[in-house]
């Protein structure tokens, strides 16, 4: 089965569906691996994670999956990739990040993450997990910065409850509502604009304010 990925992003409603039919019970490992990538492994925030909450509820709602299995296999997977990533975080993290012109290791978003745990401080690991990107650095700079494993593994608890839960549940209660499943790619859009949405307003905020601080007269 072949994958446009700007394909698959805007129509994980068809496709869940689709790997449902053809692989079953296997579609549990398949989401749950998606989910523990995107939170575990830094070089990965490009996965989808909000949207395919949303939509995995929806076909929960519908037959295809136990919906109380899929939270809980789901939370774990998150559980533990934010742990996998504190882990590489903590003991690896300041050698990745060296190189300022990696591309895959990229700096201008580990210094994203840093600016938001600056401002935020330690439930900058619960918070982050309705940010795109920053969820998927939030751990590995909570590593770097040595935070003590029991107070990040608390935060990270709650935010993944909140994260999977919530958005499992909406899908669920509300993914095979008429409209919005007529509707549901757009919706997939606004999920991912909605996500990003406290990032952009955040980096327009940082410009204004160093274009401001420029024009200040010394």
Same mark, same amino acid.
């Given at each position: 089965?072949?994958?446009?990925?700007?394909?698959?992003?805007?129509?994980l409603?068809?496709?869940?569906?689709?790997l449902?039919?053809?692989?079953?019970?296997?579609?549990y490992?398949?989401?749950?691996?998606?989910?523990?990538?995107?939170? #575990? +492994?830094?070089?990965?925030?490009?996965?989808? @994670? *909000? =949207?395919?909450?949303?939509?995995? $509820?929806?076909? !929960?709602?519908?037959?295809?999956?136990?919906?109380?299995?899929?939270? #809980? +296999?789901?939370?774990?997977?998150?559980?533990? @990739? *934010? =742990?996998?990533?504190?882990?590489? $975080?903590?003991? !690896?993290?300041?050698?990745?990040?060296?190189?300022p012109?990696?591309?895959?290791?990229?700096?201008?978003?580990?210094?994203?993450?840093?600016?938001?745990?600056?401002?935020? $401080?330690?439930?900058?690991?619960?918070?982050?997990?309705?940010?795109?990107?920053?969820?998927?650095?939030?751990?590995?700079?909570?590593?770097?910065?040595?935070?003590?494993?029991?107070?990040?593994?608390?935060?990270?608890?709650l935010?993944?409850?909140?994260?999977?839960?919530?958005?499992?549940?909406?899908?669920?209660?509300?993914?095979?509502?008429?409209?919005?499943?007529?509707?549901?790619?757009?919706?997939?859009?606004?999920?991912?604009l909605?996500?990003?949405?406290?990032?952009?307003?955040?980096?327009?905020?940082?410009?204004?304010?160093?274009?401001?601080?420029?024009?200040?007269?010394?």
């Amino acid at each position: 089965m072949d994958f446009n990925p700007i394909d698959l992003i805007l129509h994980l409603d068809v496709y869940l569906d689709m790997l449902v039919t053809n692989y079953g019970a296997w579609i549990y490992a398949i989401l749950f691996l998606v989910i523990f990538c995107e939170t #575990g +492994l830094v070089v990965m925030p490009f996965l989808p @994670g *909000d =949207s395919l909450l949303f939509i995995a $509820g929806a076909v !929960a709602a519908g037959g295809g999956m136990d919906p109380v299995l899929l939270g #809980g +296999l789901l939370m774990l997977a998150a559980i533990l @990739g *934010d =742990s996998t990533n504190y882990v590489i $975080g903590r003991t !690896a993290g300041e050698r990745l990040f060296s190189n300022p012109n990696s591309k895959i290791f990229r700096r201008d978003y580990l210094q994203q993450t840093h600016d938001f745990y600056d401002k935020h $401080g330690g439930k900058t690991v619960t918070l982050a997990r309705f940010l795109p990107i920053i969820r998927t650095f939030a751990p590995f700079v909570a590593g770097v910065g040595k935070m003590p494993y029991p107070r990040f593994f608390a935060f990270s608890v709650l935010g993944t409850i909140l994260w999977v839960g919530g958005l499992v549940t909406l899908g669920y209660f509300f993914g095979n509502v008429p409209f919005i499943k007529k509707n549901l790619s757009l919706l997939v859009v606004g999920i991912i604009l909605l996500s990003l949405l406290p990032m952009i307003i955040s980096v327009i905020r940082s410009r204004l304010g160093h274009a401001a601080s420029k024009a200040e007269p010394r």
